[in-house]
C-alpha cells in the first residue's frame, strides 16, 4: 500500500507558458492530498505567476541566471550546490519531474525524495533520475501527458487550468487602468514573440485592427492593450505603429512596462485576447479569458492552447509539424504566412458571438 506523501514538489521551473499549463498538476495534488506540503522549483523570473495560488505552499524559486555559468566560477559553483542540497534539507516524500530536462531531473534526484516521477521518454536522461517512471501516448496534449504523472503518484487527474492573481497585482493594474483612462471592456494583443519564426508579418496586425474595428466597437471595446517583455518592445511599437491613425479605437503600448504579475493582471481583466503561440495564450485559457492564438510552426494538438483548438488560426494546419520546427526560422515565416487577416478577424467575430463557430 503506497503512503500518503506528506511533503511533495513540483518540478517545472519555466518557461512562463509552461509553468501556466502545468498547474492541472497543482490542483490535481492538493484534492488528492489536501494536508501534504505541495512546493513548487520555478525560476525565480516566472515565480510570481504561481507564488499566490491558493493550491501552492511554496514557490521555490530557482535563480537560472545567478547560476548559470556554475561551472567557470568556483563561488557560483558553490552557490549552485547550496541551493541543490536546499532541496534535500526539506526532506520530500514525493517528487514529480513535469519539466523532463537534465536540469529538473537533478533536482528531482538531489531532493532525496523515496518517490519520483518522470516520463520514460522525458530527455536529456533525465528520466534515469526518477524511479517511477510513466509512458505517454503518442500525440497527446502536453498537458494531458502531464497528468499521467500526477495519476501515477495517486492522484486523480483533473485538468483544471485556474491561475490565481495576487493581490498586490490587481491593485497596481486598477491604478493603471485609471491613470492611463483605459476602459472596460478593452482587448489585448499579444504581437511579439523572441523566435522568429512564430511571429506574423508586422503589416497585417495593423490591417486586423482596421478589419475588426468596427465589430470590437459594437462589443463596446475602444481600446487595445498591447504588450510584451521588456526585449520585445521594438516589434510591439512597430506592430502597433499608425494604428491610432487607422482605427478610432484607443492604443495603449504596455510592453516591457509591467513585471510578469502585472501582465497577468492585464489579461485577466481583458474581455478579449489576440496571442501569437507565447505565454498571454496560456495565462488567457488559465483566466478563462476569451482567446484567439495564431500558430504556425507549433502542433495546436500538442502543444497549442488547452482545448482551445478552435480558436487558432493555424499556418500549420494541414502539415506535419515537429515539435521544434519554429526554430527553423524559413519554415516557421513559411507557416505564419499562411495565417490571412482575414482567418484571425473570422475567429475575433466568432468570439465576440457575431458568427457561430463551426
Known amino acids: 500500500m503506497q503512503t500518503v506523501p506528506r511533503r511533495i514538489l513540483i518540478v517545472r521551473p519555466s518557461a512562463l507558458g509552461d509553468v501556466c499549463r502545468t498547474i492541472p498538476l497543482l490542483w490535481s495534488l492538493r484534492a488528492a492530498y489536501p494536508h501534504a506540503t505541495i512546493d513548487w522549483v520555478v525560476e525565480d523570473t ?73 516520463h520514460r521518454s522525458a530527455r536529456e536522461f533525465s528520466w534515469l533520475a526518477a524511479n517511477l517512471r510513466v509512458e505517454s501516448a503518442p500525440g497527446e496534449h502536453v498537458v494531458d501527458a502531464m497528468l499521467r504523472l500526477v495519476e501515477a503518484a495517486g492522484a486523480i487527474p483533473m485538468a483544471k487550468m ?75 511599437a512597430q506592430n502597433a505603429l499608425a494604428q491610432e491613425l487607422l482605427t478610432t479605437h484607443r492604443s495603449h503600448d504596455l510592453s516591457g512596462a509591467t513585471t510578469v504579475g502585472g501582465m497577468m493582471a492585464i489579461i485577466k481583466d481583458a474581455a478579449l485576447v489576440v496571442s501569437l503561440d507565447s505565454a498571454p495564450a496560456h495565462l488567457a485559457v488559465g483566466f478563462g479569458v476569451p482567446l484567439v492564438a495564431l500558430y504556425g510552426s507549433t502542433s495546436i494538438a500538442t502543444d497549442g492552447p488547452y482545448e482551445q483548438d478552435r480558436w487558432c488560426a493555424h499556418g500549420g494546419r494541414n502539415e506535419q509539424v515537429r515539435r521544434h520546427d519554429y526554430r527553423k526560422v524559413t519554415r516557421g515565416r513559411e507557416l505564419m504566412e499562411r495565417i490571412s487577416v482575414a482567418d484571425v478577424a473570422t475567429l475575433i467575430r466568432k468570439r465576440l458571438k457575431f458568427e457561430v463557430p463551426s
Open 46 to 118: 516566472w515565480s510570481a505567476a504561481i507564488a499566490a495560488h491558493p493550491a501552492l505552499d511554496e514557490a521555490v524559486a530557482f535563480p537560472k541566471r545567478k547560476l548559470r555559468k556554475f561551472w567557470r566560477n568556483p563561488r557560483v559553483a558553490w552557490q549552485a550546490a547550496r541551493w541543490f542540497f536546499s532541496l534535500r534539507q526539506r526532506r520530500y516524500d514525493l517528487v514529480i519531474d513535469a519539466q523532463g530536462l537534465a536540469r529538473s531531473g537533478l533536482m528531482s534526484l538531489m531532493s532525496g525524495a523515496p518517490l519520483r516521477v518522470a
Open 162 to 236: 485556474h491561475l490565481a492573481l495576487a493581490e498586490a497585482d490587481a491593485l497596481w493594474w486598477t491604478e493603471q487602468r485609471r491613470a492611463r483612462e483605459i476602459a472596460r471592456p478593452y482587448v489585448v494583443l499579444a504581437t511579439a514573440n523572441r523566435w522568429e519564426g512564430k511571429r506574423w508579418i508586422t503589416s497585417r496586425w495593423r490591417e486586423l485592427v482596421v478589419a475588426v474595428s468596427e465589430d470590437l466597437a459594437m462589443a463596446g471595446m475602444h481600446d487595445i492593450v498591447w504588450i510584451g517583455g521588456p526585449d520585445e518592445s521594438a516589434q510591439v
